[in-house]
Nanobody, 125 residues
Framework: QVQLQESGPGLVKPSQTLSLTCTVSGDSITTKHYYWSWIRQPPGKGLEWIGYIAYSGSAYYSPSLKSRSSISRDTSKNQFTLQLSSVTPEDTAVYYC?????????????????WGQGTQVTVSS
């Protein structure tokens, strides 16, 4: 069974870069046909898909966040990382990492196979 765990700072100042890491256990992030996503949920709102990195290392982003988002990976640590630049208070949310077999571009919970528990990120000065 795949397990995912998010980590990173809980508080980020406006205009700074948010950086979160997802540590994966139970399978390799290079396993063929696996995709590793970042999704967030702002307070009082629904899920919002941010982007994914594929088993091959290629990444794909939500058009609305593409200019500020970057997803990378460290295969030696079996981790993948989200960086979101120029954050504002509107980026305050619970951030989740999730996995799927095949590419998923969706904000629907059951489209993904496994989820991390989520980590709260607050953008405030």
């Amino acid at each position: 069974q795949v397990q995912l765990q998010e980590s990173g700072p809980g508080l980020v100042k406006p205009s700074q870069t948010l950086s979160l890491t997802c540590t994966v256990s139970g399978d390799s992030i290079t396993t063929k046909h696996y995709y590793w996503s970042w999704i967030r949920q702002p307070p009082g709102k629904g899920l919002e898909w941010i982007g994914y990195i594929a088993y091959s290392g290629s990444a794909y982003y939500s058009p609305s966040l593409k200019s500020r988002s970057s997803i990378s990976r460290d295969t030696s640590k079996n981790q993948f990382t989200l960086q979101l630049s120029s954050v504002t208070p509107e980026d305050t949310a619970v951030y989740y990492c999730a996995s799927s077999v095949g590419p998923v571009v969706s904000d629907v919970f059951h489209e993904y196979d496994y989820w991390g528990q989520g980590t709260q990120v607050t953008v405030s000065s």
